[in-house]
């Protein structure tokens, strides 16, 4: 394997995770709402589900406990930390309130809202590796999702499987050390 480059995150599942007890009933059923509007033929109840889904995804949306450290230790190394998302355009609101943008730069964060195509799609990686340009076999991706793994190796990115009940630090330090040889 080539140095790692870059160690691109999935969203929900490795960097954040959602946390809908703070939602009123309503907003429970906007969210809802909004994720299955291609299947609700009111289309008055999805704009209106549609104006209120940003500050819901504000509401639900929180870093995992080893997200920062992790990121940090990323930004002593010198090495590029990246997130790989399939998620709405409204995120974006959430990552500046976090200041998640100190970590990460905009131009790293590649979300399917933008790019037209979702993991596991093979064209969601070449347009990720596009946009930060870089070659594949430098690249570290960790998915919670076996599928979206799949898909990142076999455009010859290094992928690995990530389990909540692992430390974030600990698994990236370990892919980083392999990929530079020990």
Known sequence: ?????TVAFD??????????????????FLFKTYMNRRK??????????SGRIADIFLKIHYLTDGAIPTLEMLKEMKIRASIWTNNIGAIDLWFEEINLYHYIAKKDIINSFYIG??????KFYRKALEGLKNMPQSV???????????????CGIHGRLYASCES????VESEIKKGRGG
């Open 11 to 28: 969203l929900g599942g490795v960097l954040a995770y959602q946390d809908f007890s703070s939602l009123t009933e309503e907003e429970l």
């Open 168 to 171: 974030l630090g600990a698994t």
């Open 1 to 5: 394997m080539e140095r790692i480059e």
């Open 140 to 154: 570290l991706f960790l998915d919670d999702k076996f599928q979206n793994i799949v898909g990142a190796q076999e």
């Open 117 to 122: 195509c979702d993991k596991p799609n093979l």
């Open 40 to 49: 609700i033929q009111n289309r008055e109840l999805i704009e209106y589900a």
